[in-house]
């Protein structure tokens, strides 16, 4: 028997959640389905188990930066201690989610979505059937295709990972390899991050991402560039590494950071007329595939924004409100932070640009010695600003220290809401905190 829906959709992560709770909220019959663990990465093996592993880095950084200064000795990381630390926040999630999609009146399937034609889909057994369906099937870290990639290692096992090697090499310089490499340092390992050139984190600011690297140098995290790694070899002792020329990195694990591919091989899109590319699901700006009644949100579009998880939020929001009509313009995205948690972390939004031009400013300013930072030692704090020059107004900001990701969402609003600077000076943020300091960052 085929079941009837208004919506269904597939993937319960951030994206298919949000969509799916909300228009059942508004009187719809919804499905949805997830073929694996429900609530998808951010929960389960994305945001959050790996911020509860940056605690540790930033509860070690902070004391290590103390040391003669208050405090004398480093504490170690006790890495299965905090591995069963992170999992108590990732253990309850899948019940945790099914459960709440339940009782918010949402029919869930577990299995493997398919389409059947432009109307059915198959899953475990069932046909289902809609009016309108929502893709938020997200996507998947992307292996090389090399000799012995079943060596390759993932995000998902370094966030299981049950003891930590002497040494781990991170393959690609990511956001996510900059963020495993301060962890794994931290707890203990030599790591070893892999560039097929010499530009890692090639979304950020260079002077800002030559300074992290640094950083993560003087920790004793070793950068290897220009390097095209074609074959991993099982050795008696952990793994080598090789390239066409002279390299070779012996290594315990190796893991793939190169990237995340979008899940649409399993969907059949081509039987329901939905395009896409090999960056994902291309979609007009409602968010519409080429099949007008299907939609598709999150890590799974073809998109120039940051695949992250607000930008699912967003996005999913957006859906629900083009479906119920409370909103028929297209979507506009508004400026959108993104972060590396590192070792310091690195934060940017807005405007970015790598000198002054004819109509916007750069300045970069050293706040390694203002207060905010110096009482904690930070051997870095670096803020740069980005102003229109006409206005004045701010637009665009990247930072690189501790404080980076709170800092940056102020200088989010300011951006969004067009704060000239005369109205932050007239402001009284508390003191001394990191947004104490916005007026004389944003003069
Ligand atoms: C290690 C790591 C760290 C990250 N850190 C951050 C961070 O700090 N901040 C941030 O904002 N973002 C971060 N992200 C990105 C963020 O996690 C993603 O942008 C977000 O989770 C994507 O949500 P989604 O709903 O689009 O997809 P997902 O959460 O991936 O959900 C898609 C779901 O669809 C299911 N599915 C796939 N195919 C099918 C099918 N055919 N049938 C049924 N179900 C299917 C999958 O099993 C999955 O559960 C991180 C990602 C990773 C991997």
Not at 32 to 56: F, H, M, Q, Y
Not at 399 to 423: G, H, M, T
């Amino acid at each position: 028997m085929v079941k009837e829906f208004d919506v269904i959709v597939i993937g319960s992560g951030v994206s298919g959640m949000g969509t799916a709770s909300s228009l059942a909220a508004e009187g719809k019959r919804v499905a949805i389905i997830e073929g694996d663990l429900w609530g998808g990465t951010c929960p389960n093996r994305g945001c959050d188990p790996k911020k509860v592993l940056v605690s540790a880095v930033e509860a070690r950084d902070h004391i290590n930066q103390l040391q003669g200064k208050g405090l004398n000795t480093v504490p170690k990381v006790n890495w299965p201690e905090l591995m069963a630390f992170k999992e108590t926040f990732t253990s309850p999630v899948p019940d945790q989610m099914k459960g709440s999609l339940e009782s918010s009146g949402v029919e869930t399937f577990t299995g493997k979505a398919a389409f059947v034609d432009e109307t059915h889909l198959a899953v475990n057994g069932n046909e289902l059937k809609a009016d309108h369906f929502i893709i938020a099937a997200g996507a998947r870290p992307s292996i090389l295709d090399i000799e012995g990639k079943e060596h390759f290692l993932t995000s998902e096992d370094f966030l299981s990972l049950p003891e930590m090697p002497d040494t781990i090499t991170l393959v690609g310089g990511g956001y996510i390899a900059f963020e495993f490499a301060a962890i794994a340092n931290a707890a203990g390992a030599r790591v070893h991050v892999i560039q097929h050139n010499d530009k890692p984190l090639k979304d950020f600011d260079k002077e800002l991402v030559d300074q992290l690297v640094q950083q993560l140098e003087n920790k004793g995290v070793q950068f290897h560039y220009n390097v095209d790694i074609t074959k991993i070899e099982k050795t008696s002792i952990g793994f080598s590494i090789t390239d066409d020329t002279n390299f070779e990195l012996n290594t315990d694990l190796v893991f793939c950071t190169t990237g995340r591919i979008p899940n649409i091989e399993t969907l059949e899109l081509e039987n329901a007329g939905i395009e896409y590319d090999k960056k994902g699901i291309t979609v007009n700006n409602h968010l519409q595939t080429s099949n007008l009644a299907v939609f598709a949100i999150g890590d799974i579009l073809s998109k120039p924004q940051p695949k992250l998880t607000p930008v699912c939020t967003f996005e999913a929001n957006y859906v629900v409100s083009y479906m119920t009509g409370k909103d028929t313009e297209p979507i506009a995205y508004p400026s959108i932070p993104t972060i590396v948690f590192s070792g310091p972390k690195l934060a940017q939004v807005g405007l970015m640009i790598d000198e002054n031009n004819d109509t916007h400013e750069r300045s970069t300013i050293d706040a390694t010695r203002w207060f905010n930072y110096h009482r904690t030692n930070e051997p870095i704090s670096s803020i740069i600003i980005v102003k229109e020059k006409q206005s004045g107004l701010l637009v665009g900001a990247a930072c690189l220290n501790n404080e980076a990701d709170n800092l940056i969402n102020y200088f989010s609003q300011l951006i969004e809401q067009k704060v000239p600077a005369s109205e932050v000076a007239d402001r009284i943020y508390a003191y001394p905190t990191v947004a104490s300091d916005l007026s004389s960052l944003y003069a």
